[in-house]
């Protein structure tokens, strides 16, 4: 099935350090949803992007369109132990069936 | 606001049987899509329906279908499974089909022995 390409695949940081991570598509993508997955559970919508450009935080998580429209970053502000879970980027576009399309993964886990 | 909810949770099924998962969207929301996770190939889009109509379809097998019901309401079927079915399936409800933001149900895990 069709992914989107996100790094890094797992990452292991110290509490209060800041994460960065990053999505990128061949194609151009008009939305940009990030979500994040806790074991045995369906994800939970982070941020949501509509606009190239668009720079978009929700407490201590920042998120950007990039502006070719076919990339889009995370950031996490002084992690804390309940960052870790599994963050997916998604991108959806205009073209062909509106459907999303999601990332592999970004697997986070904070050491305290 | 009650957030997306699916039914059953868990299901344990054997080869060559038939399920039916349910979806019930969050108040308001007319659109339901329905996703396979596996470990291997991800988050993978199955169908979307919205208005009782499926308007997009993924690249599944026909034995993977879907209805929505006028109260918006939906279920998933899959017939003739196969241990390659065996995933979590996510239910993800939003206003209207198209642009909008999604929110994801638990998710119903499927086993196929």
Redesign the interface.
Known sequence: ???LNQSPQSMFIQEGEDVSMNCTSSSIF??W?W?KQDP??????LI?L?KAGELTSNGRLTAQFGITRKDSFLNISASIPSDVGIY?C?G?S?SG?????????TRLKVLA | KAGVTQTPRYLIKTRGQQVTLSCSPISGHRSVSWYQQTPGQGLQFLFEYFSETQRNKGNFPGRFSGRQFSNSRSEMNVSTLELGDSALYLCASSLVAGQETQYFGPGTRLLVL
């Open positions: 099935g069709q992914q008009n939305t949803l979500y045995g559970e369906g994800p939970v919508l949501a509509y997916f998604a959806s205009t069936t509106y459907k999303y399309i999601f990332g592999t993964g």
